[in-house]
């Protein structure tokens, strides 16, 4: 069996020029990665036609916009998105935003 331990500073790492998504795990029936954002980046919404998503705030505050909603998350905070529902973040803050995502099962647009 393979060594599924990996730890956030080994693959998460923040980019000047756009907000990240950094692959943690994958597998036939789930898929975590880790969204980085800078202060002002940006994830527009998409749709997930496949998977049910999960966001869970690490670090920071984000804008989070679930469907027709408008949530602001801080750590240690997660919404739930539906299949076929849109979602999508932003980060107005100052600070940096850590979000792991988990998708089940991997969707069309899990692409990191």
Request: no cysteine; glycine share 6%.
């Amino acid at each position: 069996m393979e060594n599924n331990v990996k730890y956030l500073k080994q693959v998460a790492h923040f980019s000047e020029d756009a907000a990240k998504s950094n692959l943690m795990f994958k597998s036939d029936q789930l898929q975590m990665d880790v969204l980085l954002l800078n202060p002002h980046q940006y994830l527009p919404p998409v749709v997930e036609p496949l998977s049910d998503i999960i966001y869970f705030v690490l670090r920071g505050e984000g804008v989070f916009e679930v469907g027709d909603e408008v949530l602001v998350l801080t750590r240690n905070t997660t919404v739930l998105v539906e299949t076929g529902v849109s979602s999508g973040i932003m980060n107005e803050s100052d600070e940096q935003l850590t979000v792991l995502k988990v998708a089940a099962p991997p969707g069309i647009h899990g692409d990191s």
